[in-house]
């Protein structure tokens, strides 16, 4: 286990904030005092280098893991603790797998710190999404081939990350299980409308990690109360 995989492994609750939304000083102290495990900075539209310095700089204020979701090449901001980096597993367009990464890689060379990067493979769920529309994804998987593609990440890939996505609708969780009985060495992330502490006690007992994103910015008071509902709940134990 390399330096990042150690950094991940203790996430059991992650807040993701987007730039391009507004949050005010008083709820970003919420956020950031509220015991979370760390923070997920990016968004799939609208994310700019200035937005990121900016919320970079007030997150700064606070002794907080904090991570940037690298979803634009204008828009990579150095300063973070670790540099997240998606290849979305279940699109038809490589340059969502690997093709912006070799333009990354031709653009930046020597200056990309490696020792900081961890890459998740992504499964992008929710068709109405803007990230699945984004990228093309397929989303109308059954669990088993989400539970294919996982597994692909997992054991063929050995991706250090599975990131479930349904980003802006709370998930089937039948299909969350499927991929949590296969998935062996990756941490397994999950992310998408989790709106209440029933929700998220529910993507907690089966993922390592529950990202807490849209609900910061419609109730934050019910937002905050998921960090103490993942970190009560136990995962479950599938053979």
Not at 25 to 53: E, I, K
Not at 108 to 115: A, E, Q, R, V
Not at 117 to 129: A, C, Q, R
Not at 137 to 142: E, I
């Amino acid at each position: 286990m390399n330096v990042t995989q150690q950094m991940i492994k203790p996430w059991r609750h992650v807040f993701k904030l987007d730039p391009d939304r507004e949050l005010d000083d008083a709820g970003l102290n919420a956020v950031c005092l509220s015991g979370t495990d760390a923070l997920l900075v990016g968004g799939s539209t609208g994310v700019t280098y200035h937005n990121t310095v900016e919320l970079l700089s007030r997150i700064r204020q606070y002794a907080i893991p904090c991570a940037l979701e690298v979803s634009d090449l204008e828009a990579i901001v150095p300063g973070f603790d670790l540099y997240m980096i998606p290849m979305v597993l279940n699109t038809p367009d490589p340059a969502w797998i690997v093709g912006h990464h070799r333009r990354a890689v031709e653009r930046y060379g020597s200056l990309i710190p490696w020792d900081l990067l961890l890459t998740e493979g992504y499964i992008v769920l929710n068709g109405d999404s803007t990230v699945a529309r984004l990228t093309q994804a397929d989303t109308s998987l059954d669990a088993e081939a989400a539970a294919a593609y996982a597994q692909v990440a997992d054991k063929l890939m050995s991706l250090p990350v599975v990131y479930l996505e349904y980003s802006g609708r709370f998930g089937e969780m039948d299909t969350v299980r499927t991929v949590r009985e296969c998935v062996e060495h990756s941490q397994l992330f999950y992310g998408g409308g989790i709106a209440s502490k029933t929700e998220a006690e529910q993507a907690a007992a089966l993922c390592d990690t529950v990202v807490v994103g849209n609900i910061i910015y419609h109730d934050l008071e019910q937002a905050l109360l998921t960090v103490e509902a993942v970190r009560q709940t136990t995962q479950l134990k599938l053979d």
